[in-house]
Structures are given as C-alpha cells and as structure tokens.
C-alpha cells in the first residue's frame, strides 16, 4: 500500500479567479519511489495555530472580536478552523507537485478574515491536515485504492502581505462588510432620504454622531 507524504512548499494569489483565491503549492512524495500511483484524490483541513505567534499590542487590539480581552487569551487564543479543500494528484511516480486552491472571502463576518486583518506583518502559522484516497497499481496489474493516514500534515507560514496583496488585487482599497436585511434597509433609506450619492458618505455622515455621542 503507497505511504504518501506531503508538504506545503509556498503559496501565491491566483490572478483573474472569480473570488479571491490562494494556491498552495503541494509536493507529494511516495515512500516506494518505483511506486505507480494512478492519481489521488486529496482533501485537506486547513486550521490557522493562533497561538504559534507573538501579537503586538496594535494587534491584539485589532483581535479582541475574536479571542477577547489579552488577558484572558491563554484560555480563548486556540486553533481556528480556516476551511476544507480538496485537490485530484494526476498519475506520477516517486514524487510530483500539486496545486491546492483555496478560495478566500473579505467577509468580517467570518473568522479567519478578522484574524487575516488583523495581522499587521509577519507570518500566520497554518496546519494542513491530509486525507482522501490514492488509488494505485496492484500486483497483478489491477487497480487498488487505498486511504490516506489523517497522520498526514504539513506546517507552513504564510506571509500576511501574500493574502493582503490577494485581497488588494480583487478588491483594491475597498472591504466588505455583511449587514442584517433589516439594518440595511434602514441604512439603504437613510441613504435615500439624505440624498447622499454614495454608501461611504452616508457611513461617514453617520461616524461623527456615533463618535460625539461615545465621548459624552
């Protein structure tokens, strides 16, 4: 049976995709390098390791949505689930490359974009947790699946300017920001009665009572 190995060599922003989107860079090696593997059918859990990183005060500032008050972060700073993704190896034999896509999204709702923006610079540490099947010559010429050991992982880090630059190219000086339907059609109907042209100025006509009204 064929015991695969893999490893996350780099990562780069996928240009003119539909969404935003990173590719992984994979190298899969076979322990039997005269081993024919026919293809494999890959499946990888991604978990950002939140803890396997030092946090500026800026930064934890910016974090507080999601692990709360710095003091308390040995308890909630914890390993975040990013996402699910899986790729199909064609046939090599030894070792060959792959390309893992993994679709990302500007929403603030969701929690891997707060901790993505959250990052000033440097790295976030990444897991990547391999399963899915291999399907391979059999001794009698046949083919024979067989599954891949969840003991399968790979570690890499992942420069923050890499998915700043990403989200830059799809969306250049702009972020998303998900709203209640409700919330949005009061803001919507603000927006209208105002006759204010653009939803920026009705935001920024809206901050500086927010802000006066904090103060006092």
Aim: aromatic content about 12%.
């Amino acid at each position: 049976m064929p015991d695969l190995d893999f490893r996350v060599e780099g990562a780069a922003a996928v240009p003119f995709a539909a969404t935003p989107m990173l590719a992984f860079h994979i190298a899969a090696t076979s322990a039997n390098p005269k081993e024919s593997i026919y293809s494999v059918a890959l499946r990888c859990q991604i978990q950002i390791e939140a803890a396997h990183r030092r946090y500026s005060e800026e930064e934890q500032e910016r974090l507080r949505d999601l692990f709360g008050e710095p003091e308390r972060w040995g308890q909630t700073l914890r390993n975040l689930l990013w996402t699910i993704t899986s790729a199909t190896i064609p046939a090599f034999t030894g070792a060959t490359s792959a390309e893992l896509k993994v679709p990302c999204t500007f929403d603030f709702n969701v929690a891997a974009t707060k901790y993505f923006a959250g990052i000033g610079n440097g790295e976030i540490p990444l897991c990547f947790l391999f399963s899915g099947a291999v399907y391979y010559a059999a001794s009698d010429g046949g083919q024979q699946v067989a599954p891949i050991s969840w003991s399968k992982e790979s570690r890499f880090r992942l420069p923050v300017q890499t998915w700043r630059n990403m989200m830059e190219m799809y969306y250049p000086n702009t972020a998303w920001l998900c709203l209640r339907r409700d919330v949005f059609e009061r803001l919507y109907e603000f927006k209208v009665r105002s006759g204010i042209a653009t939803w920026e100025e009705a935001v920024e006509r809206i901050l500086p009572a927010r802000e006066e009204a904090a103060k006092s």
